[in-house]
């Protein structure tokens, strides 16, 4: 009775009032609501007990011990190149090893850094500082104020949560500064304006936050004021998903401005005046200011946008000058063509490019005659390019490219030729591996690329166990990229591993992701299984070897598999997943998420969300795949309540499943790396004994 009275009352809790059911009708719809207590008594005893049932079964695997050392090795080895940023003439980088756990922040001159120096200045000891303030901290970002970069606004997250804490640090003294800008935990964003000056969203106290729980108003925030003080300067609805400030520096002073989402894909871009007000730029709902370069606005159009007598194209990339009455169009996409990344410097912009998939990039230099200039960089072809860094006062780009099986490459772009400067090290033997694309026909004839990583020994033998990858939502594409851990741990083994490129994503630009929103979402499962369908038509596996993986909206793509075609899988790795899509808008972030999904309260919306939601679709007397459940308890953006009530509800039904919970670890499930290389070794030990992979034996 305890149990089911502490759901009740967190429940109501949990619900606005303009939504809430009665107490009896949420108990008699869903009796495990006391799993979304995310720190409960009774929760987390579940939890626990779930850990322990289930460890006892992963970690006596044959091949869990091996795959742990592997992992830890990869994601440890003192032989990664050291990714940074470059700023102010040194090179910062945030490194974490077997060593540093946690992590240390640190720097070297850029000059040393290209002379592949490893005399590196420690910043921060992230370690040190948990240990000294009795916090599980993660460093999660900083923000320097230019132009020489010695104060910073560092971000530290409790266990991995996306909540988080704000406190100003001088590099100099190697200290946090005394009564210096401070945030208390919240989902802060904060940026700099001047030395004394940052714009501020966070959690200001009752009635300030939406109903996502992300800032709802910005303020203009001085040196020595209490932010209670602060001057308000935009102020959106709580039913809107959130504001944010951001600000650009063009080599002499910073442009500062506001990103008010009145949905998740519905944009207001504001601009600060010389008096502190926020005048929207005359740009559609659906763009995304990227950058500001030369004194124009780099924005990326979501949508067509009439301005001038002309109309601009869905997925152009257009610059847009400061008074904001001339455009230039820098991209215009194909159907093939979709943009990447934009990154700009006080007189440079550089754009990567997707070309089927494969990577490009192009530099725009400093305009002459009022228009601006982009040549083509001379990177390697057919592989992925990408842009880690670029100096916002000189312009110089870090990028690298890689494919399936081999590993980063370094370069220094700082004109249009660029300069190899490091290789990261291979951390599996590629010696007769493949790389292969196919593509599967969806049922509305639409063909969906996908890319097959396996030894060339493996698909000449015939049908292998096979891990199919996916995500397909919020426009993220799932690019063909160097997997350290996918191809020592599996397909060194002899497993064969599958990155999709399903509908949802990001590969082919806007119109790609937008053809799966909400109720037109069945086509991106549909794209999924045809997929699966088209390896087992090909000899590649089959319906016993093939096992399925996704993470966050890629986990709602593995619940919605599993109940949809659970004939068709072997295996479903299921992580930090959406589940209960009729409750997922009452969670944490989840109401964030209504573009993308549609919306449960909402009469049209919801006859399509009750037909693909797992939660509620799952059947006592279908026989299903022992799924492999894993989430996190501090992630606060994915409510672990997905992942729980979902595997409960398979216990209530007597179905087989595996769930692990860390109790730290935020939304990527794991705070630090000896937690990352165990989710690691879980995961393909899982898929391993799930899908009949044996080439541990020799371990």
């Not at 426009?475 to 591993?497: D, F, N, Q």
């Not at 909400?518 to 549909?526: S, V």
């Not at 279908?622 to 953006?637: A, L, M, N, Q």
């Not at 790396?673 to 080439?695: M, P, S, T, V, W």
Request: glycine share 10%; charged share 25%.
């Amino acid at each position: 009775m305890k149990r089911l009275l502490t759901g009740v009352a967190f429940a109501a809790l949990s619900m606005t009032a303009a939504h809430a059911q009665s107490e009896v009708d949420v108990m008699k719809n869903d009796p495990f609501l006391w799993l979304e207590e995310v720190q409960g008594e009774w929760a987390l005893d579940w939890v626990r007990a779930q850990n322990e049932r289930s460890l006892a079964v992963l970690e006596a695997h044959p091949a869990y011990e091996p795959m742990l050392s592997e992992a830890n090795a990869i994601l440890t080895s003192d032989d990664r190149v050291p990714s940074v940023s470059l700023r102010g003439g040194y090179a910062y980088n945030f490194w974490q090893d077997k060593d540093a756990v946690r992590g240390v922040w640190r720097r070297m001159s850029q000059k040393d850094y290209l002379a592949k120096s490893d005399d590196w200045e420690v910043i921060l000891d992230v370690d040190k500082l948990a240990e000294d303030e009795g916090e599980n901290w993660v460093f999660a970002g900083t923000d320097c104020l230019a132009p020489d970069y010695s104060r910073c606004l560092v971000t530290l997250s409790r266990g991995g949560s996306d909540a988080a804490v704000v406190r100003e640090y001088d590099i100099d003294s190697r200290s946090f500064v005394d009564g210096g800008f401070e945030l208390p935990e919240a989902k802060s964003s904060v940026t700099w304006l001047d030395a004394d000056t940052v714009l501020v969203g966070t959690d200001f106290g009752e009635g300030t936050l939406t109903d996502s729980g992300y800032p709802r108003i910005v303020k203009v925030w001085k040196r020595g004021q209490d932010l209670a003080d602060a001057t308000q300067v935009y102020e959106a609805a709580t039913t809107d998903i959130w504001t944010y400030p951001y600000s650009f520096w063009d080599g002499e002073s910073y442009t500062g401005g506001v990103f008010h989402g009145e949905t998740f894909y519905d944009y207001n871009w504001m601009v600060l005046n010389e008096d502190m007000e926020a005048v929207r730029l005359p740009l559609p709902k659906k763009a995304s200011l990227s950058g500001f370069s030369s004194g124009d606005f780099v924005i990326e159009l979501k949508e067509p946008m009439e301005f001038g007598g002309e109309t601009y194209t869905t997925g152009s990339v257009i610059a847009m000058g400061r008074a904001m009455e001339e455009v230039q169009v820098l991209v215009e996409p194909t159907r093939e063509i979709a943009v990447q990344s934009v990154a700009t410097s006080k007189d440079d912009i550089v754009i990567t490019l997707l070309d089927d998939i494969a990577g490009r990039m192009i530099r725009f230099e400093e305009r002459r005659n009022g228009k601006w200039r982009g040549r083509d960089i001379r990177l390697p072809e057919g592989g992925v390019i990408g842009l880690r860094t670029m100096d916002p006062s000189t312009g110089a780009v870090i990028a690298t490219y890689e494919n399936p099986i081999t590993p980063d490459t370094f370069y220094l772009i700082e004109n249009r030729r660029p300069k190899e400067i490091d290789r990261s090290p291979a951390f599996f033997d590629a010696e007769g591996m493949m790389v292969k694309r196919y593509e599967a026909t969806s049922s509305d004839g639409t063909k969906i690329p996908y890319t097959v990583i396996a030894l060339k020994e493996t698909l000449e033998n015939g049908p292998a166990p096979t891990i199919q990858y996916g995500y397909g939502g919020f426009e993220i594409p799932i690019l063909p990229s160097y997997g350290a851990t996918a191809g020592k741990l599996w397909v060194e083994r002899g497993g064969v591993y599958v990155n999709t490129n399903i509908r949802g994503g990001g590969e082919y630009g806007p119109a790609w992701h937008q053809a799966g929103l909400k109720g037109k979402r069945q086509i991106i499962y549909d794209d999924f299984q045809a997929i699966s369908e088209d390896m087992i038509e090909r000899g590649i596996t089959t319906k016993e070897q093939l096992g399925i993986l996704g993470g966050s909206n890629g986990g709602l793509l593995m619940g919605v598999s599993m109940v949809q075609r659970p004939d068709l899988y072997k295996g479903i790795g299921i992580g930090v997943p959406l589940l209960d899509m009729l409750r997922y808008d009452k969670l944490l972030a989840g109401a964030s998420w209504v573009g993308e999904y549609g919306d449960p309260d909402n009469p049209e919306e919801r006859p399509f969300l009750e037909k693909i939601s797992p939660y509620q679709n799952l059947k006592a007397d279908v026989e299903y795949p022992r799924p492999f459940f894993f989430t996190s308890t501090k992630d606060d953006r994915v409510h672990p309540g997905h992942a729980r009530k979902m595997a409960r509800l398979m216990e209530e039904y007597g179905q087989e499943f595996l769930y692990y919970e860390n109790i730290e670890g935020g939304h990527g499930a794991a705070a630090n790396l000896d937690q990352a290389a165990r989710r690691l070794a879980l995961q393909y030990a899982y898929f391993a004994g799930e899908l009949g992979l044996i080439g541990y034996d020799e371990e």
